[in-house]
């Protein structure tokens, strides 16, 4: 049942946001946060532009949104965007490291989104949050890993006849969704952004390939070139990692288990070998495949002094933990970000942002430039979804290609990037068989 109506809760609307359900850090860091949302927007065009239709507009007009995504500055750009086309935004983390804890401070002082997300919650703190989101009574739901979907399904069933539908931001949410649709579990209709191709084709490429680098050097601070670089995963993700590693002077080996991306992997020139091969000879080690237990037991008894063990893979199960917790006689945090495991000879294994997103633990996530894109997707997603959610299948749908195309042609005119037109003659020629040599 639905507890939480803020149509209902009295007072002005003034005191009503005084009195906001919300549970954040620290509203002092309102001000701070406000910059930072600024800064983003700066380098997110589509976006804007996307806020100037939508104030205009007002398609989500009555709309309830419960959001669990990272609760970043250019996420916060999105919830605005959403805001400002006429929806209702309640907003969780989908993690329980990646939060910037200005940002929530920012939202619920200058735009009145009701925020639950602290950095650094447990567990539990994590769930209650996911649940307050749900409070709201959503009629979509938008999450970045499915955590959201998958309660809304297990705890709180009674929401579901009144969802329309979701949208998910992630790889590894979209492989539960399509899990569940395939189960036949899932209960309401989701669009698969990360499956659009302004999306995997940049944001899981150049943002998490740059991202990820940031935090391993902000966390340690190691020099990478002449190092030896470990990349667990050649998807969208680990091909970009890999990239830019390479481009800072590592030397790097991949690991895989699907052979074609294997072979794409050793054409690009990089040594691909399994993970027990390559734990000798590795001085960091990056996991980014969406699978569990990537590296274990065995890989962590062959590792070398002072190796580096970091994730940028969704969820915190890529690095078997319990493992090395087991093989470990001591731990201490030895930097902010960086837990130094002590094994029985004396070999010290350095774990990073405990095994969770290093790219939103230690650094910033992607850069706004990128999310432009991703979040346009999220924004005409909604729109999207809503136009038509009564005749959708409870099953997971591919971001229509005209949404996709319209994205790369806002970005493309933002860069001031101009590209040609199929003549009508080429138009045909592509259109027909006939035509030969
Ligand atoms: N850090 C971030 O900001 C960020 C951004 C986007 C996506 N992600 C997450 O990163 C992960 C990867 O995303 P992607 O889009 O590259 O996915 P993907 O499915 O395209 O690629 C994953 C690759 O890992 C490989 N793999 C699976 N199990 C493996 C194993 N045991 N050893 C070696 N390789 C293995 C698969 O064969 C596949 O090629 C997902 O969990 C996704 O949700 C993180």
């Not at 288990?257 to 080690?285: C, K, Q, S, T």
């Not at 037109?421 to 006939?434: F, I, M, S, V």
Request: charge should be positive; charged fraction near 25%.
């Amino acid at each position: 049942m639905c507890y939480f109506s803020p149509d209902k809760t009295p007072g002005t609307p003034a005191e009503r946001v005084n009195a906001m359900d919300c549970d954040i850090k620290d509203p002092g860091l309102a001000g701070k946060g406000r910059l930072r949302m600024e800064w983003a927007a700066r380098s997110m065009p589509v976006v804007d532009r996307i806020k100037r239709t939508f104030a205009k507009d007002k398609p989500l007009s009555g709309v309830r949104i419960a959001a669990c995504l990272h609760v970043t500055s250019e996420t916060a750009n999105l919830m605005v965007a959403l805001k400002l086309g006429g929806a209702d935004v309640r907003l969780c983390a989908s993690n329980p490291l990646s939060t910037q804890d200005d940002i929530p401070a920012a939202l619920v002082k200058f735009h009145k989104i009701p925020v639950f997300a602290i950095k650094g919650e447990d567990h539990k703190t994590y769930y209650r949050h996911i649940l307050q989101a749900l409070d709201h009574c959503p009629s979509i739901t938008m999450d970045d890993g499915a955590d959201l979907v998958s309660t809304t399904h297990s705890q709180r069933q009674d929401l579901l006849p009144g969802i329309l539908g979701g949208t998910e931001e992630t790889t590894t949410g979209v492989i539960r969704l399509k899990s569940m649709a395939k189960d036949g579990v899932l209960r309401y209709p989701i669009v698969a952004v990360n499956d659009a191709q302004t999306k995997h084709l940049f944001d899981n490429r150049y943002g998490t390939g740059q991202s990820t680098l940031d935090g391993i050097l902000r966390a340690t601070n190691v020099l990478l070139a002449g190092l030896k670089f470990v990349v667990a995963g050649y998807g969208m993700c680990g091909k970009g990692v890999a990239m830019r590693a390479r481009g800072a002077g590592a030397l790097v080996i991949v690991t895989e288990v699907n052979p074609v991306r294997a072979i794409e992997a050793v054409m690009d020139g990089y040594e691909v070998m399994p993970m027990a091969a390559a734990a000798p000879l590795g001085d960091v080690f990056l996991t980014v495949t969406g699978n569990k237990a990537v590296i274990r037991k065995e890989h962590f008894r062959r590792m070398k002094d002072g190796a580096i063990v970091a994730n940028a893979g969704h969820f915190n199960v890529e690095i078997d933990i319990p493992a090395l917790e087991a093989l470990a006689g001591r731990k201490r945090r030895v930097r902010d970000f960086v837990d130094e495991y002590t094994l029985g000879d004396g070999r010290r294994i350095h774990l990073l942002g405990e095994g969770r997103l290093i790219n939103l633990a230690a650094a910033e996530g992607h850069p706004a430039m990128v999310m432009d894109m991703s979040f346009a997707n999220q924004a005409l997603s909604v729109r999207w979804l809503l136009d038509r959610a009564k005749s959708l299948a409870k099953s997971v749908y591919p971001v229509p290609p005209e949404i996709d195309a319209e994205i790369a042609t806002l970005k493309l005119a933002s860069m001031d990037t101009a590209i040609d037109k199929l003549t009508p003659a080429q138009k045909k020629y592509l259109a027909d068989w006939r035509e030969g040599t």
